[in-house]
């Protein structure tokens, strides 16, 4: 049961999610997300009740964490710019796809899938939204796998494929990259570039 609400927090960018019923938070995820929990459900068909249950944990979790937060007042599309990706990353920009109301995707011309998201935190409790993670990182200690990271923001933690970044004054946002993400020279420092600049805006 734990297992399905730790990847469930980790997906971004993340759909808004409340605590009803399975089909209920089905429909609030993008198809990427479908996908992903169809094969969640596949590893839990043992317990038919554990995918419910870890749902519900995960949106406890990030209704715990809208009660800290505040609503960052700028579109997830304007942390960053396509002129600071295509820097930092030496790719092409080719399509930004606005997700309301937290996410946004940059998609790159490379040879494989590669993209930048962004999100933003709302202080309505989505779903793994920036200020959940800290929450688990939090309440897990010495066991979170998370990574924190110095100077960048108030805190800031490393997810291995993302940073989470706590803007101070309860604004969180979050710059992850997906797809092939080793076609970057070095993901963490190219996300801590961006985070940077996200500051400047938040």
Known sequence: MRAVAVVLLLLTPLAACGSGDES??????????????????????????????????????????????????????????????????????????????????FDLVADSDLYIVTAIDDAEGRLGGPAAIFLRHEDEGSESPFEPVEQVGERALYTGRGLAVDAGGGRYFFVGVGGQYLELADPRDQLITLAQAALARV
Do not use: H, K, W, Y
């Open 24 to 105: 209920d938070s089905m429909d609030a995820l993008t198809a990427e997300q479908e996908a992903v929990v169809d094969e969640l459900q596949e590893l839990v068909t043992d317990d038919e009740n554990a995918f419910e249950e870890g749902l519900e944990e995960a949106a406890d979790r990030s209704s715990a964490a809208a009660g800290a937060a505040v609503a960052i007042d700028l579109p997830p599309c304007d942390l960053v710019t396509t002129a600071e990706i295509e820097t930092v990353t030496g790719f092409a920009v080719e399509q930004v796809t606005d997700t309301p109301p937290i996410d946004c995707r």
